[in-house]
């Protein structure tokens, strides 16, 4: 049951079925709800939110038809546009409901809906409330999709295969194959992604400091209130927002490892590798000679509930107790606990953003979209990863590894994720620039309802 208390107005959240998009809107709303105002989540059926998890949160599920629809990782643009026009007339029959018998105290305030949800605008129009878009990615990923038609106009999308180390006018760090999206194919998409539309304002879950050039450019060309409030991770209450089981053993496991020495390796919620990958970096992972803690989901390799059953015998026996596998791990305790020195990641932004909070170096191997933007500024601009592109192959995984986690070259790039997960700790920190926006964005929230 919602707690009401003194509640200030309602904030009615619309998250998209996926992981990485989930855990920073909840965040956001326990964030809303420590400052007085009562939530409401507006979730689709497939890949619900646990909600016995959130007691505080009022929950409303949306009837998405996605059921009969491959929901595989290759198919999610299918799942997008189906979402986007089945959960619209459910979002607005329920506003309607709750707006007919709302108390004066509990009146909806306002929407916020994340960009791949973005139906939410039509039926915040629809119902005269201001919207508000939360963005979950880096900001110099939408610079990147913003510049989409320029680049078009100018011959480099698409660009032939030979070109793709090029680097691109007027975004750089990032090369033509950095780009966060791979062909023509999901250009309509990323139209409906990157339009603002009637939204009030957007709140980014990213630091001013990081990415304070790409928020002022975006602040321009948007012409509404931007509240980078991020890691909303560390601005928010403890949390459990995973979709999965976590497998808490691998503490007890990490608890007996030295310093420093365990290298983490997850490739997040969506990512998938073949089994060639696997295997390779399962045996660069063995011959390293570091203790590791791997993280296998069901279907991280196409169509395996099991991962870890696609490993030879030989392999397993020789990775023995030095490598710990689960298939889903607490991630932000793993990346805070002592024993962890490394991070082989596909670089989401959300684990970007955890492992850089908590001083944690990064191997990066990016999967799709905004992942290659992160990997680019990870590894050239803020420096605290090494670019593992295109290596599946066990002796490249095992020079990197010993790279990040015995080289002096590691070492530097532990101290510099250190130094930036220190002015992490300042910005949500009271005066710190997302403390002082989270204040801003509360009073915006107000002033919309008055
Ligand atoms: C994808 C995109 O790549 C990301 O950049 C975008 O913003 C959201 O969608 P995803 O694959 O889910 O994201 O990765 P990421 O953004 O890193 O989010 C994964 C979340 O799952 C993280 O918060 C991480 O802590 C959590 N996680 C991951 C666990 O709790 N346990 C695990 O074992 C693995």
Redesign the pocket.
């Known amino acids: 049951m919602e707690n009401q208390g003194t509640r200030r107005c309602r904030v009615v959240l619309v998250p998209p079925p ?4 989930i ?1 920073p809107m909840l965040q956001l709303g326990a964030i809303l709800h420590s400052k007085g105002f009562s939530i409401t989540v507006a979730h689709t059926e497939f890949n619900a939110p646990d909600s016995s998890k959130h007691p505080e949160f009022f929950f409303l599920p949306l009837s998405d038809n996605v059921s009969d629809i491959d929901s595989s990782f290759w198919n999610l643009l299918e799942v997008i546009t189906a979402i986007n026009v089945n959960c619209k007339e459910p979002l607005q029959r329920y506003l309607v409901q709750m707006m007919e018998k709302q108390e004066p105290h509990d009146q909806v305030c306002c929407i916020i809906y994340d960009s791949i949800m973005y139906f939410t605008d039509a039926v915040a129009n629809h119902m005269k409330l201001p919207s508000i878009i939360l963005r ?2 880096c900001a110099f990923n939408f610079v990147a999709w913003h510049a989409t038609p320029r680049l078009l106009a100018e011959g480099y999308i698409p660009l032939p295969e030979s070109l793709s180390n090029e680097l691109l006018p007027g975004l750089h760090p990032l090369r033509s194959k950095d780009l966060p999206f791979t062909g023509t194919g999901e250009l309509e998409l990323l139209e409906e992604l990157r339009k603002i539309r009637s939204s009030a304002a957007v709140v980014w879950n990213t630091v001013d400091f990081l990415e304070h050039s790409s928020l002022l450019q975006l602040q321009q060309q948007y012409q509404i209130p931007i509240f980078s409030i991020g890691p909303l991770h560390k601005m928010a209450p403890a949390l459990t927002t ?1 979709l999965l089981k ?1 497998d808490t053993s691998c503490v007890a496991w990490l608890d007996k490892q030295a310093p420093n020495s365990v290298i983490y390796v ?1 490739m ?4 998938m590798v073949d089994k060639k990958e696997l295997t390779e970096t399962a045996w660069g992972l063995a011959n390293s000679d570091q203790p590791f803690l791997w ?1 296998m ?1 069901a279907g991280l390799v196409d169509g395996s509930d099991q991962c870890v059953d696609l490993l030879p015998k030989d392999l397993k026996e020789k990775i023995g107790e030095r490598g710990h596998i ?1 298939k ?5 305790e793993v990346l805070a606990h002592r024993a962890v020195g490394g991070f082989w990641s ?1 670089c ?5 953003l ?1 492992s850089i909070c908590e001083g944690v170096p990064m191997i990066c191997r990016p999967g799709f ?3 290659k933007v ?1 990997s680019r500024f990870l590894t050239h601009i803020w420096r605290v990863g090494l670019e593992m592109e295109n290596v599946v192959e066990r002796r490249g995984i095992e020079r990197a590894i010993r790279r990040l986690m015995v080289e002096k070259e590691g070492e530097e790039m532990r101290q510099r994720a250190n130094e930036l997960g220190q002015k992490f700790k300042f910005c949500v920190q009271k005066g710190g620039s997302s403390y002082n926006s989270l204040n801003d964005l509360e009073e915006f929230i107000l002033s919309q309802s008055s």
């Open positions: 996926f992981q990485g998009h855990t979950t990615t995973s976590e997850s997040g919620s969506l990512a993280v989901r689960v889903w791990a607490p991630q932000k596909h989401g932004w959300n684990s970007t955890e979209s905004d992942q992160n």
